[in-house]
């Protein structure tokens, strides 16, 4: 089993809708949780942590789910600008932050 | 500047020729972190600084691959007798401390091409 992983889509959504994105990860004891933004042929960006409450910012809501080991972001209201790849990065006890493959979402007219 | 910087922002290399890639961190961001995003793929660790303490290179693919780091500075990332499947964007990333707690932040990372 990968340390984390993702449905790498693609996810073709209409502009306005509401999709959604799970990531899982295999380190139980994993403390650090976020979510980056990847546009084409670009570095990735952070786009929110992630927190044992959840949190929102704007139009994107992260959620954790300690007890099934995943995490999630929710897009509201897509916009064309949000088409990107979104990593899910978690802490899973090595030194470094370990990346998912990433989920393509194409946000279309 | 404020972000990461990295050097070159391309390489074209020929296959079993050495290069010498460079990043740049943010001042005061003592870790350090490179990793490489083949083409259509996700991100793989390669190596990590954290201040003075010993590197993990538990991510470097082969012995050709080798980086080092100048106190709390610049880190060069080395490629021996490079291979076509060493093609990739090579991306440097830092943090203020340990990645537990602290998100990264990328450079624009530099794009090798080994023909």
């Known amino acids: 089993r990968k340390e984390v992983e993702q449905d790498p889509g693609p996810f073709n959504v209409p502009e306005g809708a509401t999709v959604a994105f799970n990531c899982t990860y295999s380190?139980?004891?994993?403390?650090?949780f976020f979510w980056y933004r990847q546009d084409c042929r670009k570095e990735p960006k952070l786009l929110m942590s992630v927190y044992s409450s959840g949190n929102e910012d704007g139009r994107f809501t992260a959620q954790l789910n300690r007890a099934s080991q995943y995490i999630s972001l929710l897009i509201r209201d897509s916009k064309l600008s949000d088409s990107a790849t979104y990593l899910c990065v978690v802490d899973t006890g090595r030194r470094a932050l370990t990346f998912g493959s990433g989920t393509r979402l194409q946000v279309q007219p | 500047g404020a972000g990461v910087s990295q050097s070159p922002s391309n390489k074209v290399t020929e296959k079993g020729k050495d290069v010498e890639l460079r990043c740049d961190p943010i001042?005061?961001?003592?870790?350090l972190y490179w990793y490489r995003q083949r083409l259509g793929q996700g991100l793989e660790f390669l190596i990590y600084f954290q201040g003075n303490s010993a590197p993990d290179k538990s991510g470097l693919p082969s012995d050709r691959f080798s980086a080092e780091r100048t106190g709390e500075s610049v880190s060069t990332l080395t490629i021996q007798r490079t291979q076509q499947e060493d093609s990739a964007v090579y991306l440097c990333?830092?943090?203020?401390?340990?990645?537990?707690?602290?998100?990264?932040?990328f450079g624009n990372g530099t794009r090798l091409t080994v023909t």
């Open positions: 380190n139980s004891a994993s403390q650090s």
């Open positions: 001042s005061g961001h003592t870790a």
């Open positions: 990333a830092s943090s203020l401390g340990q990645s537990s707690n602290s998100p990264l932040h």
